[in-house]
Structures are given as structure tokens and as C-alpha cells.
DNA sequence: GTGAAAGCGCTAACAG
DNA sequence: CTGTTAGCGCTTTCAC
């Protein structure tokens, strides 16, 4: 018969070392110079404190000083390479201040969003930095009347007065279809989601006016949304290339419609690549690889995590709420082989 | 002068209601009929639980009872197709059986995956799902030490008794060498990464074993594991096909391998993939999506999730810990374009 | 059927 | 300089 080993707590320390747990406390959070405890038992304590390889439980310490340190980074899709890349920037600055960051995926899906803010929530982190999904808006409200820090990132939620980091995605839209028209090419097709979203919608304005001022046919693909059926989407792509024969140039909306988009045309024919003009909104590690490479607009992920803490982390920092952060950026274009003259 | 409203606690919601916090506690936890609380307190509770959205401090509960019902999985990047793949279906389980899951990328990086460890060990989750980076095991055995329960994954460590579940590199490697022998390739490369990881060094010695039964020469190349430098891998890729004009096929021992081979190749000769076969250890959606498509030996998903949890889930469930659990599964080739008789 | 009260492990105000 | 102690919000035993 043997008993499950209890971890240490500070308690036991306290009365193993003969002196009190606030002792050992103030030892443990560094405290102890400023709280003016003797070298000698400084030393004895951390000594012992290594000796055992002692780890704090951490529910506790949360429970007493209501903060966990911990912040959540929630998007659309993690494994997407923009928000991959700005989780990463935001992990190097969380770690920086001292708090530790967790990442997760919405997949877009209202219900899941909703699930993994309240899973949060109630674990009492201490602030969110999230990609809303159509429909969150009341969640969001639940967080920001509670008091709770949140950043909006890559698209902004109108009717709330929320803080958030966006890009001009009208702007975007516009030099990335005028691209397109510079290098020549005249039938320039705009694939997007179905999704009533304001940056899809920004990126849709772009395109049209900039189609329109230069005198051609805008022509749009809507997918619906639904990331189950990758392979409905892309019959659609097909049926729609091939019944618009003279469509010579592809604009997609977000990185992950332009693989779907390649996969189509590869299937439809493995040479017709090399007659379109293609380029995406959002870069991904993908279209480096491709072949030919392909051109994309890209976000400022640098400016994007930068900006994001510093909102955060004042948010964290003064408790009064200054008036939100509005935070339009602007993205670059990368010319890649996709997109060259013809 | 306003004060930050605070949560509401059990004790605000007994005070209001004049009860008692143990029967509001009842009643939350869904004990009302088993402690026999009368039906029109228990919906009194309810009505007012719902009204104010109540949502407890999991902290609290966390502390008290001992257990998070939180659950990590651990894994080199959660972005690679098989890793997210598993990742997801052990989710839809965890679900069920009333448990959370946190996901995270040790980057194959034991610094990075000693403060995971301890990140969440100190948050006291209730287990670890880990695929083990070279150089884990002293942290992984103070897990064991310490009664917490893991399963290894992926890969296992020879020198502890824990639980694992890993697919035959070996057979696999053997199979995927036989097939390009097979479709007619006399020279085929592997290309592997230099890391002293055992499933690495099976995936070699099938690919070995292969190649001398059927009486052709070996040719490897070992590159530096080191995510951040991408593109002196790729270099030395290039180096290597370009003086080995001989190779006629090419065996990648990971997908991230083959994904930055297929840029090597691409940028010798965008030609130059349609002469040769191409076969990879580990599917990724990329290869379906390529031109050519690229053919994979898969590893069986669903299977590894299945087990892993269900070795997790007892381990969570019995305390006394049983012997551990010794899965090697079988994985199956998946033949693509990229492998076809040329 | 319901309530009082102890206690999970930690921090920090206060006392000495 | 160090210790005593209250209490964070919750669960659960025991008492009535």
C-alpha cells in the first residue's frame, strides 16, 4: 500500500525550513531584498526550493491575485500562414512582459468561438486577442461589459465600440487588381466567399472600382463558406473557369481560395497556369513553393503584432478604459511570377 | 467615481437568493435532484442563474477539487497536415468525454517544450499528449515522477516506461522505397534530416534495406535540422540533385522535406519534377494539391487518435497506473502522380 | 432538504 | 526582519 505522492506545497516548505509560508513567499516571488529578509535565509530557502525542484501551483497563486498571466490569440485558423506568422511575433512580445500566450482556431464556426471564450473566461485569462467570426457580437459585448481586454484583429465589428487592428482591404483590392491590369491583362475574375463579412466586402469594393475605371466586365465567383466541402468549392471553380473561356487573370480573395483555386486549375489543366494572371490577397508560405510562384498582397505582420500588444498590454496596465484603438493599416504587394507580363 | 463591477460569486447568488451556497453549488453541478433540493428551488436557481449569465470561476473549482479537466497536446507543429489532423479528431474525443484540449508547438525545440511542460504542469492540466523532441526525457520523466498522466506520440523514448503510440517507420519506409523500385526507378535519393531521433533513423535503415535488395546503391542526404534556416537547407538540396544528375526518384523522409525539396526542384528546372519520382514519408493536403500530385505514406490518423486517448483516458480514470501501454501502428502508402511508372 | 463550515495553495496586509 | 492570519471562489462532509 503506498500513497499518491502530494506535491509540495508551500506550506510543507514552511515547516520543513521552520520559518512561514510568507517567508518562503516572498523568497519565491523574489521579494525577498525589498522585503528585507536576511542573504542567509534567502539562500537556505532557495536552496531548498531548487533541492525539491519545487513548481508553485499556479491555480492557486490565479485564485489569490485574480490574474492567470495568460492571454488568448483566437483566429480563424492558426495553421493559416498570416496568422501563424503574427502569433508567432505576439508570443516574442507576450513572453517579454511575462505572460504566456495560448493559440486557437474559430474556424469561422460562431459556436466553437463562443465555446472557447467562455472556456477561457471562466479560466480567467487575462485578456483576448480574437478574429471575430460573423455573429460573435454579443459574446464580444459579454467580454468588453465585463471588463474583460480584447483586441479585434483583422476585422473590426462596426456597431461595437471595440479596440482593433485591421488593414485597408479597399485599398488592398484596388492595387492588387490594378497590377493585374498593368501587366496587360483584360478579363480579370474575382473569386470570393460568400460570407457577409466588411472586409470580404472592402475587398469585392476594390476590385469592382478598380475593374470599372479601367473601362472592364468585373466578373465574381461567390463560394459558399464551409470549410467541410473543399471539394464542392472547387467543382464550382471549374465550372466556372470553363463556361468563361475568356477569363485570362484570377484575383482570390484570401490564400486559402487561391490553393483551392490552383488545385482547380491544375485538374482542369496542368498547363493552364502558365496562361492565367493570378494573384492573392494574403501571402502564404504556398506561393513561394508554387509553380510558377505567385504574387499576393500581404499584410504587415510585424506592424499588426506590434500594435496589437501595445493596445493589449495597455489595456492590461490601466484598468480605467481609455476610448478604443482604431487601427487601419496598410498591406504591400509582392510580385511574383504569377502575376509577370504575358 | 465608479467601481469595476465584479463577477458575481456563489456567495452573491446565495445572499440574493437567501440560500446557502452549498445548494446553489448542487444545483449548478446538476446535483439538485441527487441531494433531493425541491424542484421549485432548484428552478428558482436556475431562472436566476440564467438571468445573470452566471459563469464560474473555473480557478476556484480547479483549486478545490483538484483537477482542470484540461488536457495538452503537445506536438512538433500543429500546422503540419498530420499533426493538426490527429490533433482534431482527438478534440471531437476529448469533447465527448467532457475535457478540454489545448494544443501546442514544441518546434522539436526542448527549451521551448521544457517551459510547455511546465507552463501547463503548473496550471495543473490533468495530461499530456507529447511528441517527445531529442533531449526531453529528464522532463518527462518528472511528469511520470509525479504521477501526471502522458502518452508519447510519434515517437517514443526507448530508456522510459511510458506509454506510447507510433506507427512502423521501418515498414513504412520499406514500402515506400519498394514502390518507386517498383514503377521502374534504378536511383533513388532519400533525404533525411540529421537529427538522432529513432523513428528517423528506421525510416533510413528501411529505405537502406530496401535499396540493397534490390541491388542498387544507397544515396542519402542528411540536412541540418533547423526550421529557421529554410532556404541553406533548400541550397544544399540543389547542390546535391545538380551534381547527382544520375538520380532518377527521390524518397523524403518528412513532408516539410519534400515540401522544400519540391521548391528545390522547382527552382533547377520547373521541368525538372515531371522526370522524376517523387514519394514522401507523411501526407500533407499540399501534395494533393501540386502538379504533379504527390504520392505519401500515410500514417492512420483516426486509428492514433483513438488509442492515444483511450490510453490517456484510462490512465485519467485509474489512478493505480497499470504497465504501460506499446502501439505500433501500421501506416498506408497513398499513390499519386509524383510515383507513376514514367 | 438545506445549511455551516472546512479547506484546496497561495498572497499580502498587518502585527510585532 | 519574520510570522499570523484572512480570504480568493468553490466543493463537500457532516449536522440538523
Chains 1, 2 share one sequence.
Do not use: W
Amino acid at each position: 500500500m503506498f500513497m499518491k505522492k502530494k506535491r509540495p506545497s508551500l506550506k510543507d516548505i514552511a515547516e520543513v525550513l521552520n520559518i512561514s509560508t510568507t517567508t518562503v513567499s516572498f523568497v519565491l516571488n523574489g521579494k525577498g531584498a525589498e522585503k528585507k529578509i536576511s542573504k542567509e535565509l534567502i539562500a537556505r530557502v532557495e536552496t531548498y526550493l531548487k533541492e525539491i525542484n519545487y513548481k508553485p501551483n499556479l491555480v492557486a497563486r490565479s485564485l489569490r491575485t485574480g490574474s492567470t498571466r495568460v492571454l488568448v490569440f483566437m483566429v480563424e485558423d492558426i495553421s493559416n500562414h498570416f496568422f501563424s506568422k503574427v502569433g508567432r511575433l505576439i508570443e516574442d512580445i507576450c513572453y517579454k512582459n511575462d505572460y504566456r500566450v495560448l493559440f486557437c482556431s474559430t474556424e469561422n464556426n460562431v459556436k466553437r468561438t463562443q465555446e472557447l471564450i467562455h472556456l477561457f473566461h471562466e479560466r480567467q485569462v487575462d485578456g483576448f486577442i480574437i478574429v471575430p467570426p460573423p455573429g460573435i457580437e454579443k459574446e464580444i459585448s459579454y467580454l468588453l461589459e465585463n471588463e474583460v481586454p480584447v483586441v479585434l484583429f483583422d476585422r473590426k465589428i462596426p456597431e461595437l465600440e471595440a479596440d482593433y487592428v485591421i488593414i485597408n482591404n479597399y485599398e488592398g483590392a484596388k492595387q492588387s487588381t490594378q497590377h493585374l491590369i498593368d501587366s496587360g491583362y483584360k478579363n480579370i475574375a474575382f473569386i470570393t466567399i460568400d460570407l457577409d463579412q466588411i472586409q470580404m466586402h472592402d475587398r469585392e469594393a476594390g476590385y469592382r472600382a478598380t475593374i470599372e475605371n479601367a473601362g472592364f466586365e468585373p466578373q465574381i465567383l461567390k463560394l459558399p463558406y464551409n470549410t467541410s466541402n473543399v471539394v464542392a468549392s472547387r467543382e464550382k471553380m471549374k465550372d466556372f473557369f470553363k463556361s468563361n473561356k475568356n477569363i485570362d487573370a484570377l484575383f482570390f480573395a484570401t490564400n486559402y481560395l487561391s490553393q483551392s483555386g490552383l488545385k482547380a486549375i491544375h485538374q482542369i489543366d496542368p498547363q493552364l497556369i502558365n496562361k492565367l494572371g493570378i494573384i492573392s490577397f494574403d501571402d502564404s508560405g504556398f506561393f513561394e513553393m508554387y509553380s510558377p510562384t505567385i504574387s499576393a498582397f500581404a499584410q504587415p505582420v510585424d506592424e499588426m503584432a506590434n500594435q496589437l500588444m501595445k493596445i493589449l498590454l495597455n489595456k492590461l496596465k490601466n484598468k480605467e478604459k481609455p476610448k478604443p484603438v482604431k487601427l487601419v493599416l496598410e498591406g504591400t504587394l509582392v510580385e511574383r511570377e504569377s502575376s509577370s507580363k504575358k
